[in-house]
């Protein structure tokens, strides 16, 4: 299936930053032999909408609201973000799990929301440094992905999920490609009993993947891609994953 490399920006990013480094990505994108999308902060999605637009690069956004509408004051909702042709959204990322204290129910939720718009969530799932070393890797990235299926049911299909162990998002430390792919095929396996269609759900890793790395992970038979932090905001190290993942 065809790989997706999705840059996540976080809370980086300015008016005058994103211009050159979204030009950068189009200039190589006849090249890409995958689907290739950022993740930007929502007051930037205007900006990154028109200089995308009719391109190939593919418009994502970080975070929805659990509601539809209403008096949510500093919420977005996903109908906003369709607003802006927004087709990913990454929903249930380690940050705002633990930032924001977002429960597996509430991922399902805005995962929910984001399918119902049309747009298709980056569900993210992981275990922490403390959870793998007490040997409870698969029953967290277990139970978080159950929680989605239970929510959306047969819509799982349409779903991209993205593994990304929280030890490794941020700090430097990959996960091996073989630590990876043992926990990408638990998911794959995990979907092939909620999904006939579990096959065509792109399973991404995340957690300092970069130029050196990426190649590794991605030839991994259950890795379908990456979730991009740090490397996604220089145009040279996130083209090199791209360039990884042709
Ligand atoms: C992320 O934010 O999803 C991520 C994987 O970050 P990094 O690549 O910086 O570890």
Redesign the pocket.
Known sequence: MKKLIAG?W?MNGSLEANAPLVQALLMDASGWACDVAVCVPPVYLAQVQALVHGNRLNLGAQDVSTHEAGAFTGEVSAAMLKDFAVRYCIVG?S?RRHYHQESDATVALKAQRALAAGITPIV?VGETLAQREAGLTEEVVKRQLAAVVHTNGHCISEIVL?Y?PVW????GNTASPQQAQQVHHVLRTQLQAASQHADRVRILY????NASNAAGLLAQPDIDGG??????LQAAAFLSIVAAAG
């Open positions: 996540n976080k990322h940050e993210c993205a990304e490794a998002v941020g700090t995340g957690g300092s993947m979730l991009i932090g740090g490397a996604a």
